[in-house]
């Protein structure tokens, strides 16, 4: 990995001082003057008599958001130090002690759902979306401020309702919140609670293909005798419809990995994992009111790091079980999470959600775009069909952006698509990952633009091979007629070899 260390502290003394100077001549004129009439954030800066203990943080916080890392990395407080110098943690394909150097021959890494694209939604929101955390911010296991005992903080979950009431992608007044660390947890609990604990007869978890393999691997993992992952909905409704046994269905939608709206196939006990449910990535047709749904921060705002998740649950049993499980699990969520998640929501639902899910969904959008127009041009690769859908947010019919494209490899003898776009220096995830056919492979669209452009700048070659190769055959038509006399085009000068790949 490249590093790199930026000296900054001479400036960010400077500006410090400079910024003490404003703020005390702002004080100073702060009377009634112009710098009021901006509003209510800048009367607050106004009449704050100065800072004492939080400037050295917020010193420390903007010298290291300083560090450029050439715009192809990052450097953080808790970045590994070197000689005293913070290091810079490149991204994939560039390095150097400041990210500067691009490795020329680097595959594009479409592989993995880190929700990077959000980034430059947040440094826009720099200011606004800062917390400091003092060193004795809530060292109690509890909320002990509130009447019960509680975990789960009171305003993180009225920042929850608003969110979801903004946007109206789930119904949740009346219905009982759980947070978990990511939606990881939660959906585990999710099978705990509402397995029916009769180790005679275990639960039946399924899921229909392709599906996100995390519900089979926790399934297996955590290995009880109260549930059995048993695969695909259609091959279960097959070989055990008239059993009428207790199934638990997950239901994805929209569906990773290919964006789909997806309902319940068995319509028994269901979990729904919302966690793309958002308008950057679907249209929101209606606001989902089922038993059990599942979101996450990670696909909402970007924050995959911060790892929160929330269940939002009709039936009083079913929310008691998921509640032990987190208590039992780790007696409820860090205090330091919720105190980023609440500052991180409050910025969601500024302009009744506008600002984010209109970044979001340009920036998908225009992704989309671009990755449409590559595939038009290919007979070689296909991406999944998206079919219009009224958005009840955005009050306007429209496509889906989905976080993933499901490519598929249409000749014949492709049928192991992640290595043929291996060969194209594009790392995807394959089909079987999802329990589908290797002909299929997800490429993520979700991570940073860095990522993306190289994705596209392999695709664009990838796909110009397929048509090189093609209009060389057109064109050898054309010099076979030309050669009987019928036009005059002249022939390729560098036939481009169609690439067959060595493994079959
Ligand atoms: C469908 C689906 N559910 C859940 C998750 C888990 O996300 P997290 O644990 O970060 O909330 C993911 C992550 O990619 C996902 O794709
Ligand atoms: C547990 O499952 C067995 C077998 O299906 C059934 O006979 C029994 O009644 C169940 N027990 C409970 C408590 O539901
Ligand atoms: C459901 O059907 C499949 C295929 O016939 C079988 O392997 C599986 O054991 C059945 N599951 C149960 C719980 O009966
Ligand atoms: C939604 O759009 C339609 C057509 O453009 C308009 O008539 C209607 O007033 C809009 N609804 C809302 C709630 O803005």
């Given at each position: 990995m490249g590093k790199t260390k930026k000296y900054c502290y001479g400036i960010c003394l400077l500006s410090s001082i400079v910024i003490n100077i404003?703020?005390?001549?702002?004080?100073?004129?702060?009377?009634?003057?112009?710098?009021?009439?901006?509003?209510?954030k800048n009367l607050e800066i106004v009449y704050?008599?100065?800072?004492?203990?939080?400037?050295?943080?917020?010193?420390?916080?903007?010298?290291?958001?300083?560090?450029?890392?050439?715009?192809?990395?990052?450097?953080y407080l808790d970045s590994l130090i070197s000689d005293g110098q913070t290091v810079c943690e490149c991204y994939t394909c560039y390095g150097g002690i400041d990210c500067s150097e691009f490795s020329p021959g680097c595959s594009a890494d479409a592989d993995s759902g880190d929700p990077i694209f959000l980034e430059p939604f947040w440094m826009q929101k720099a200011e606004d979306s800062a917390i400091v955390v003092s060193g004795w911010h809530r060292m109690s296991y509890s909320y002990a401020g509130y009447t019960s005992m509680s975990t789960?903080?009171?305003?993180?979950?009225?920042?929850?309702?608003?969110?979801?009431?903004?946007?109206?992608?789930?119904?949740?007044?009346?219905?009982?919140?759980?947070?978990?660390?990511?939606?990881?947890?939660?959906?585990?609990?999710?099978?705990?609670?509402?397995?029916?604990?009769?180790?005679?007869?275990?639960?039946?978890?399924?899921?229909?293909?392709?599906?996100?393999?995390?519900?089979?691997?926790?399934?297996?993992?955590?290995?009880?005798?109260?549930?059995?992952?048993e695969g695909d909905t259609n091959s279960w409704k097959l070989n055990n419809a008239t059993n009428n046994m207790d199934v638990i269905e997950f239901v994805t939608s929209p569906n990773n990995p290919d964006g789909e709206l997806k309902t319940s196939v068995i319509g028994g006990k269901t979990i729904y994992d919302h966690a793309y449910f958002w308008p950057h990535f679907?249209?929101?047709?209606?606001?989902?009111?089922?038993?059990?749904?599942?979101?996450?921060?990670?696909?909402?705002?970007?924050?995959?790091?911060?790892?929160?998740?929330?269940?939002?649950?009709?039936?009083?049993?079913?929310?008691?079980?998921?509640?032990?499980?987190?208590q039992v699990a780790d007696l409820g969520i860090s205090?330091?999470?919720?105190?980023?998640?609440?500052?991180?929501?409050?910025?969601?639902?500024?302009?009744?959600?506008?600002?984010?899910?209109?970044?979001?969904?340009?920036?998908?959008?225009?992704?989309?775009?671009?990755?449409?127009?590559?595939?038009?041009?290919?007979?070689?690769?296909?991406?999944?069909?998206?079919?219009?859908?009224?958005?009840?947010?955005?009050?306007?019919?429209?496509?889906?952006?989905?976080?993933?494209?499901?490519?598929?490899?249409?000749?014949?003898?492709?049928?192991?698509?992640?290595?043929?776009l291996e060969a194209g220096k594009i790392i995807g995830r394959t089909g079987s990952t999802y329990k589908a056919k290797d002909r299929y492979v997800r490429l993520s669209l979700i991570k940073s633009q860095d990522d993306f452009d190289l994705l596209m700048l392999r695709l664009t070659e990838l796909v110009s091979l397929e048509n090189e190769f093609l209009s060389y055959k057109?064109?050898?038509?054309?010099?076979?007629?030309?050669?009987?006399?019928?036009?005059?085009?002249?022939?390729?000068?560098?036939?481009i070899h169609y690439g067959t790949r060595n493994r079959t």
């Open positions: 404003l703020f005390s001549i702002n004080l100073y004129l702060g009377g009634g003057g112009g710098a009021l009439q901006r509003g209510e704050r008599p100065s800072l004492t203990w939080t400037e050295k943080a917020a010193a420390e916080a903007e010298a290291v958001a300083a560090i450029s890392c050439s715009g192809h990395g990052r450097a789960m903080s009171l305003e993180v979950e009225k920042y929850i309702h608003k969110i979801h009431s903004i946007v109206g992608n789930a119904i949740t007044e009346g219905r009982y919140l759980v947070f978990g660390i990511g939606s990881s947890q939660l959906l585990s609990a999710a099978v705990y609670a509402l397995s029916s604990q009769n180790s005679s007869s275990p639960s039946n978890v399924v899921a229909t293909i392709p599906y996100y393999p995390m519900y089979e691997a926790q399934t297996l993992f955590f290995n009880s005798e109260d549930f059995e992952f679907t249209p929101i047709p209606a606001p989902s009111d089922h038993d059990f749904m599942i979101f996450t921060l990670s696909k909402l705002t970007g924050h995959a790091g911060a790892r929160f998740g929330w269940a939002v649950i009709k039936d009083k049993d079913v929310y008691e079980k998921v509640s032990t499980y987190i205090k330091d999470t919720q105190l980023r998640v609440l500052k991180l929501l409050k910025v969601a639902v500024e302009d009744d959600g506008k600002q984010l899910f209109k970044f979001a969904y340009d920036k998908m959008r225009q992704r989309w775009d671009r990755l449409t127009s590559v595939f038009s041009k290919s007979t070689r690769f296909s991406i999944q069909k998206r079919d219009p859908l009224h958005c009840n947010f955005f009050n306007e019919t429209r496509l889906p952006s989905p976080a993933y494209a499901w490519v598929k490899c249409e000749r014949e003898e492709e049928d192991d698509c992640h290595a043929v057109q064109n050898k038509n054309v010099r076979n007629a030309r050669e009987a006399g019928m036009t005059n085009s002249t022939p390729p000068k560098h036939p």
